[in-house]
């Protein structure tokens, strides 16, 4: 799996500029290196269950913190899981979200 | 009378810890006091001991499914009338319908939409908040304010179940206005209508909160005096007398209304049925009527069944 470049293009939160979001953002953002890590270890082992929870657990909350397209991108790949997809072909999925919450910023 | 929450507790029972306390975050501008929980079976618990007004339920829990903890809420008694808007990441019609047939009265799908969740937990509190106040008007006799007669049968119930478990005391009064029916066709029906309201509010006055006032009938009231043995009742009784004979009416001046009082403490043969008590206090309530009128009247007085009086 690629490691995510943090220097490409950073996104920032819709909320970025909301005082009452930035603790809640910040610790957010951090948990990400874990995520990343966990979602790339849940590929590679083919622990598809795992990888589906982290997928909607993602889906459910990036949205609410300002991360639109971490939602949309961990949906993909939720309904890619649940349609027992083949490993490959629901790789580009998992590329793109490992690539966007690298990204992400406070 | 309990009083609509001026700050609705609103439990949350999500597995997802960001969600929680995105939410804890989000509406706290809702004045709406927050418990959060990320288990389903600690969900319930707090569900049964704290009553809230709302629940946000999330659906896709992976230790108790949250199906169950919908239909384990009301299934139980004390939980079943929480509202309960249940938050999923599914947006399969085959789960919002289960959702809805469960007893949710609102499906929400991840991820959400803040300002709209936020209206849709508003509305649901409205709704709590109405259900409360419906409930309450089905209990309460219009006219005075007090207690209406269901309510108070179903709390003498209790009493009387209750004293027989434990043998704490209560005292049941029987009040009655003397010469009502004359009062109206004298003075008409405003006079009787001032009359009952203005004894109701002093009834009020001069009992706890945690005794219970009814409007048995047409000029009749009914109290529970808890945790009062019939000597207490009778002084707290005659306090009230005392104020309603003394009160000058604005529509007749010159006439004054006074009430008999039946008190009793015990009942007349089995104690574990609620009639029993009622016709001993009624008795008591007869007795003061047939003697003078406007006065109080304890049973053991007469009563030659009275259990004896405690040492002491």
Redesign the interface.
């Known amino acids: 799996m690629p490691k995510p470049d943090a220097k490409a293009s950073p996104i920032r939160s819709d909320f970025a500029d909301d005082a009452?979001?930035a603790e809640?953002i910040a610790?957010?953002v951090g948990e990400m290196p874990n995520r990343i890590s966990a979602i790339t270890e849940c590929y590679e082992e083919q622990r598809l269950t795992e990888l589906q929870?982290l997928a909607?657990?993602l889906?459910?909350?990036?949205?609410?913190?300002g991360f639109e397209p971490v939602?949309q991108i961990a949906a993909q790949l939720?309904s890619a899981l649940k349609s027992h997809v083949e490993l490959e072909a629901m790789r580009n999925e998992v590329e793109s979200l490992i690539d966007i919450c690298g990204r992400l910023s406070c | 009378m309990p009083l609509p929450e001026k700050q609705p507790t609103v439990l949350l029972i999500d597995d997802?810890v960001?969600?929680l306390?995105?939410l804890e975050?989000?509406l706290?501008a809702d004045n709406v006091h927050l418990i959060t929980t990320t288990n389903g079976l600690d969900g319930l618990r707090i569900a049964t001991e704290r009553r809230p007004a709302l629940i946000l339920l999330d659906l896709?829990m992976?230790m108790m499914d949250g199906f169950e903890v919908l239909r384990e809420l009301k299934d139980n008694a004390s939980t079943a009338n929480i509202p309960v808007i249940v938050i999923s990441?599914s947006a399969d019609t085959v789960d919002k319908v289960a959702g809805f047939d469960l007893g949710a009265v609102d499906y929400v799908c991840?991820?959400?939409n803040?300002p709209e969740l936020r209206a849709r937990m508003r509305s649901a509190l409205r709704i709590h908040q109405l259900m409360q106040l419906l409930a309450q008007r089905a209990q309460i006799d219009g006219l005075t304010g007090l207690w209406n007669r269901a309510y108070f049968d179903d709390r003498l119930a209790e009493e009387v179940a209750g004293h027989r478990r434990t043998k704490r005391p209560f005292s049941l009064v029987m009040c009655d206005l003397d010469l009502f029916k004359s009062l109206n066709d004298t003075h008409g029906h405003p006079a009787g209508d001032a009359a009952l309201q203005g004894f109701a509010t002093q009834m009020l006055s001069v009992l706890r909160k945690e005794d219970v006032a009814c409007r048995y009938g047409g000029e009749e009231f009914a109290l529970i005096l808890r945790e009062t043995d019939a000597t207490q009742a009778c002084a707290l009784v005659e306090r009230l007398r005392v104020m309603l004979e003394s009160t000058r009416w604005a529509l007749h001046p010159e006439r004054t209304i006074t009430a008999s009082f039946g008190v009793c403490d015990f009942a007349l043969g089995d104690p574990a049925l609620p009639e029993n008590w009622l016709k001993n206090a009624d008795n008591a309530m007869y007795y003061a009527k047939k003697h003078g009128r406007n006065k109080v009247h304890n049973a053991a007085d007469t009563e030659p069944n009275a259990p004896l009086a405690k040492a002491g």
């Open positions: 009452d979001m809640l610790m957010f929870t909607h657990q889906k459910g909350s990036g949205s609410g913190y939602s939720e | 997802s960001e969600i306390r995105l975050v989000r706290r896709d992976p990441g991840k991820p959400f803040m």
